[in-house]
């Protein structure tokens, strides 16, 4: 079954055009099944594009979704309409009372700031705390997985003294893993960021599993058997041109930037690039999906209390 979305949200023309499966809420409601809960808390500048990219990987599945878009509760989007975000969006007070099988949290543009001094840390936290209640498994993304292992588990993020910008190969460190089952030994993933986490600070930390990790830029991908949590340091969502949408941009400001390593066909601008993580994208957020249907429960309130029969 499909994901289910409101049939006037933008991702869902693109996404049919593309002959992902998806459903609109009215005919989702004449089924007599329980979709699956997926929140996205989209933290991302151009909230369209990164809800078509998430969209488009959790649609890979069998069994129907239905994605509740959600927001920081006193952020104001600069980069999307207010019609856009008072239309499809959720604010997270308006909808901490609601339990969820599964929860994104994107990055952010804001990785050079301590977490201490993002404007809405206070509330960031709050929902940290809040999957520990009232979602099953939460999966953080670049800046939202490197904010979410620091709260849950100290773990600091570092500044590098360079953008780690372009595809790095990454080796799968744990076959066995659930997460990765389909995956290569070694693969390509994109990476835009400034930030790190080490592998240093992750050694005293027997609830943390580095799942995929790369000789170049370190671990990418940990799970957190403690705080039922994934985090993913890079970005298998994006989409094609989107590490060519970041440097173009920079291009046209005047900013010094590199070309995005291993990206380019011999790592020439004038190229269209070549998108050779597609498949373990799928691979990794169907088995995310695929975990979550196992392990949840009809009544999701009394999963989440600790009741799974």
């Not at 990454?170 to 290569?184: E, K, Q, T, V």
């Amino acid at each position: 079954m499909p994901i289910r979305i409101p049939s006037d949200l933008p991702a869902y023309d693109i996404l049919r055009a593309e002959g992902v499966n998806i459903m609109s809420e009215e005919t989702a409601n004449r089924q007599e099944v329980r979709p699956l809960q997926i929140g996205l808390l989209n933290l991302m500048p151009k909230k369209e594009q990164t809800e078509t990219q998430f969209a488009r990987l959790i649609a890979a599945s069998p069994i129907q979704i239905e994605l509740t878009l959600i927001r920081m509760t006193e952020h104001v989007a600069k980069n999307t309409s207010a019609k856009h975000m008072e239309s499809f969006y959720h604010a997270f007070q308006d909808i901490k009372h609601r339990n969820f099988d599964g929860l994104i949290i994107t990055g952010a543009p804001i990785e050079h700031l301590p977490f201490e001094e993002v404007s809405y840390w206070d509330e960031m936290q709050e929902v940290f705390n809040w999957t520990q209640t009232n979602v099953l498994s939460t999966f953080g993304v670049c800046w939202g997985g490197m904010a979410m292992i620091y709260h849950m588990n100290g773990v600091p993020k570092h500044m590098t003294s360079e953008k780690q910008f372009g595809c790095f190969r990454h080796r799968n460190l744990a076959p066995a893993s659930h997460y990765l089952r389909g995956f290569s030994d070694d693969f390509s993933v994109p990476v835009s960021r400034w930030t790190e986490v080490r592998d240093e600070d992750l050694v005293d930390l027997p609830n943390l599993e580095t799942l995929m990790h790369s000789d170049e830029v370190g671990p990418c991908l940990i799970e957190d058997t403690k705080h039922r949590a994934l985090y993913i340091f890079n970005h298998l969502e994006y989409d094609s041109n989107t590490l060519k949408e970041e440097y173009d941009r920079d291009v046209d400001k005047g900013k010094a930037i590199d070309v995005p390593k291993n990206y380019y066909p011999n790592d020439d601008p004038a190229q269209q690039p070549e998108n050779r993580w597609r498949s373990h994208a799928h691979l990794l957020y169907g088995n995310w999906i695929n975990e979550i249907y196992q392990t949840t429960n009809i009544d999701l309130g009394k999963m989440l209390e600790g009741d799974s029969k």
